[in-house]
């Protein structure tokens, strides 16, 4: 299973590690074997449930490493990202909690506060651990403790703005810090840009600097001559070693830089590890590794060395298990390069995930009009905002709780401006085992109060395919297109439309409007019937573009006697509180319930079993709705719209 490695072993020494203290005790010939064997469950385990599994078997060496030299809890060990703390798991302990990774229950895919107290950050957004590892340092300085702070962070992580801020301060602050690059030349694909090709060329010549410091005391206490002929000797030393080992980045922060070291030999990474943790001030060891090491099916998946399997996959060949299905990626990926073969104007950005968001396909075609930006939600954002004013139209496929990280960018830069940029947001809603960070169920609340932008909901392809050229097709503002993860809902023809409406399901009783969003439209027609056999009516409608409220919705809402929205958003701030204040300006004064996605930090488990937690289901929303509507006087409510004047008199 683990490349050319002896597979027969059967877990002897895995079975012995309890914590970090006895990784510490192993000989290099034990760690040699001990690193087989954690491939090997590895392989074995995320196969079952799917996970990260590429990421993980590309720092088996240097979590052992870091063990070994560090002392956790003690000392804090920091993963950006943290999607690559298995390893990190399996040595603090957690061995037996994979056989239910990423299940309700059952142990994160990233670290978790509650499961150990060998984890302390628990955002899986890239690019926080150096601010976090920043204020960590600082916080230890001032308060006279003695702990090492190290923050591990790929070099994908290193093209994110919030990375290049946080170096400059820990250069500043002078504090010991140690940042370790696992370079593998990916986040999710290879790594973009010159940073990237940069970071794959530095070198360190270990003599140097104290060499330099050397000449710099003898000639630094030289009257007349000593200041002069330094800089001389610094400048001619300087180029001759950049041309050699280019390191000026990081020197030119002030940070010490040891590397490259072979991630993959724990003897190297430890020593390394002990010179910078010894330094006293911030280093960064500079590890080369292997996304899917040891690994066959991994090394050879050129798209993202198994990055993230959604589900469980075939040991021998690392293929899902499950029969593939369309999803509604593929969808928006297929329509993205018709309507792009139709508008040559029509360019593509995504941020360091071109295959997860669809992105690649259009980049496959049309090279030229696609940007990998790294990971940069904030620069692809506003870089889109220079394209829409060159004259083109640029859409920004991102993770929908990715974008949450470009609010100012989407607010100032792009809506200020009435730019026609439309943000494509995959995985909306809630998404599932990745956990309480990557649920997109914040942007119709969040970007609901952009001044311009227009938020479309699809339900099905059809309606996707249709709401992303109605999107493209906005020439004076930004748009949102957004759907959730998995497969694609069976297509939901309407009866008819009112407006920008679909009213997918109606009777001859108009006691209830439901407003399904999105995806929920199945759910929305299986809600009326089952109200239906209580003997209600109800209309169903898929409002198609939430934002701004469509007056056609506040028309229909005025002819029922209860208003009922169902979301997979946050409540707060959500389809149902645009609607209710949309009812109130229009003096309409139906009442209306909102159902949705409680504030609050909601646990990981499949997508289904949440939604059933949160009451997201049609027997749960049913069982609501009819309870409401019952209570209300079975007398018609008139009038339900307020007529000139009769605003006072009410109060």
Known sequence: MSGEQDTTNQGRLLATVRGPQDVKRMSAEELDILSAEIRDFLIAKVSRTGGHIGPNLGVVELT???????????????????????????????????????????????????????????????????????????????RGEQRSVVAVVGDGALTGGMCWEALNNIAAARNPLVIVVNDNGRSYAPTIGGLADHLSSLRLNPSYEKVLDTVKDALGST??????????????????????????????????????????????????????????????????TRKGYGYRPAEQDEADCLHGPGGAFDVETGKLVAASAVKWTHVFADELVQIADERPDVVGITAAMAEPTGIAKLARKYPERTYDVGIAEQHAATSAAGLALGGLHPVVAVYATFLNRAFDQVLLDVAMHKLPVTFVLDRAGITGPDGPSHYGIWDMSVFGVVPGLRIAAPRDAVTLREELREAIAVDDGPTVVRFPTGAVAADLPALRRVGPVDVLAESARTDVLLVAVGSFGHLGMEVAARVAEQGYGVTVVDPRWVRPVPAELVDLAATHRLVVTVED?????????????????????????????????????????????????AQDVARDVTGWISGLDSRPVEPVRL??????AQN
């Open 223 to 288: 009257p007349l001559v000593g200041k002069p002929m330094y800089e001389v000797l610094h400048a001619v030393k300087k180029g001759i070693k950049d041309a050699v080992a280019p390191q000026a980045m990081f020197e030119d922060l002030g940070i010490k830089y040891v590397g490259p070291v072979d991630g993959h030999d724990v003897a190297a990474v430890e020593s390394a590890l002990r010179a910078a943790k010894s330094f006293g001030g911030p280093v960064i060891v500079h590890a080369v």
């Open 643 to 648: 007529r000139a004047g009769e605003a006072g």
């Open 64 to 142: 052992l490493a870091l063990h070994r030299v560090f002392d956790s809890p003690r000392d804090r060990l920091l993963f950006d990202t943290g999607h690559q703390a298995y390893v990190h798991k399996i040595v603090t302990g957690r061995q037996a909690g994979f056989d239910r990774l990423r299940q309700r229950g059952g142990l994160s895919g990233y670290p978790s506060q509650a499961e150990s107290e060998h984890d302390l950050i628990e955002n899986s957004h890239a690019s926080t651990a150096l601010s976090y590892a920043d204020g960590l340092a600082k916080a230890y300085a001032l």
């Open 569 to 617: 958003g946050v409540r707060v701030g959500g389809v149902g509180d645009a609607l209710a204040q949309a009812m109130r300006d229009a003096d309409v004064r139906v009442p209306l319930r909102d159902l949705g996605v409680p504030a609050g930090w909601h646990p990981h488990g499949n997508r289904t079993q949440i939604l059933a937690d949160l009451g997201l289901t």
